[in-house]
């Protein structure tokens, strides 16, 4: 199986160029809609594929934490995706997808993973609402294949967080404030629920003016209309716009090609770009310095997030 996760170095030359590598699973035979669903995972989120080794039982965990188990001397948490998305199935899952994001390790177990597809984000929708409620929004993206096969790209932030038992609430205090640049307006774009949240709740308690997209397509058409109306009233944008903080993975458009779309326009020179991703590898950062991203921030420290924010809004 680590065949699958082969050829990295050809992965990093994904960036600007739209395209993403998803891992493919399933969670098994839901009894209760007797479909098999199929879901998807960025490779660059997977450390390691296996077979599922023993779990230790750990008191006080969330239901969906099977347990922990130990990788080369590190105890990581594992998690049945199954339960967790509350599908119903006898299978018992024999495939652990070891995943790294966020400053974070931990294990999913899967009924079986099928194959790595590289696609355009452009082919990655937005889910309809029907199927967000339905999932409880843990399904941020879908996309259909040539065999008619839905594939649904999970928040695995939202996994993540709440597995955790961590608040989605952050914490006020840690939050850097300055008076200096309480005029001052962030963009923001993420495709995650769990994080807009934090990013509005960090951007509200340092009291700076904000607006966001829920992916880099819509930023960018947003932005459009930004430039547009900063041009009726003899402005420039920079002057109405201050920072823009983008995702790195969105469906549509991931943060890579807006990056290299606002670094590319001549209407939004001197506005610097933010990248804040849970994909918090060196790799990822250079990836996003090809682009032109000006600064890179992990998710999700609303310390570090903050205090990069108000470093680059001191500077305009």
């Not at 082969?6 to 098994?28: M, Q, S, V």
């Not at 984000?121 to 008619?148: C, F, I, Y």
Request: proline fraction near 3%; charge should be negative; include cysteine.
């Amino acid at each position: 199986m680590s065949d699958l996760l082969k050829n990295i170095d050809a992965r990093t030359k994904l960036a600007g160029t739209n395209k993403l590598e998803i891992l493919l699973f399933t969670l098994g035979l839901d009894q209760r809609s007797g479909r098999r669903e199929t879901f998807g995972i960025n490779v660059f989120k997977v450390r390691e594929v296996m077979r599922t080794p023993e779990i230790t039982q750990a008191p006080d965990m969330p239901s969906s934490v099977e347990g922990m188990v130990s990788l080369r001397g590190v105890l990581v948490p594992v998690i049945d995706l199954a339960k967790y998305a509350g599908i119903s199935t006898e299978s018992k899952p024999e495939i652990m997808v070891v995943t790294e994001y966020n400053g974070h390790t931990q294990g999913f177990l899967v009924e079986a993973v099928d194959t790595i597809l590289r696609l355009d984000w452009s082919v990655m929708r937005v889910p309809p609402d029907m199927l967000t409620m339905q999932m409880g929004g843990l399904v941020t993206a879908v996309t259909e294949l040539d065999n008619g096969k839905l594939v649904m790209m999970l928040d695995v932030e939202k996994v993540l967080a709440e597995t955790t038992q961590k608040s989605s609430t952050i914490d006020t205090a840690a939050v850097v404030c300055d008076s200096s640049i309480s005029h001052k307006t962030v963009f923001f774009a993420d495709d995650s629920v769990v994080a807009r949240s934090q990013i509005e709740q960090t951007l509200d308690a340092m009291n700076v003016h904000h607006m966001h997209a829920i992916n880099g397509k819509r930023a960018w058409e947003d932005l459009l209309k930004l430039a547009k109306s900063a041009e009726m009233q003899g402005k420039l944008v920079k002057d109405l716009l201050h920072l823009v903080l983008t995702d790195v993975e969105m469906p549509e458009m991931d943060g890579y090609m807006l990056t290299k779309q606002i670094k590319s326009d001549p209407r939004f020179a001197g506005i610097p770009v933010l990248m804040h991703s849970s994909l918090s590898g060196l790799s990822n950062q250079k990836l996003g310095q090809s682009v032109g991203v000006d600064g890179y921030v992990a998710k999700f420290e609303p310390h570090k997030l903050s205090e990069s924010i108000t470093n680059f809004l001191r500077r305009e």
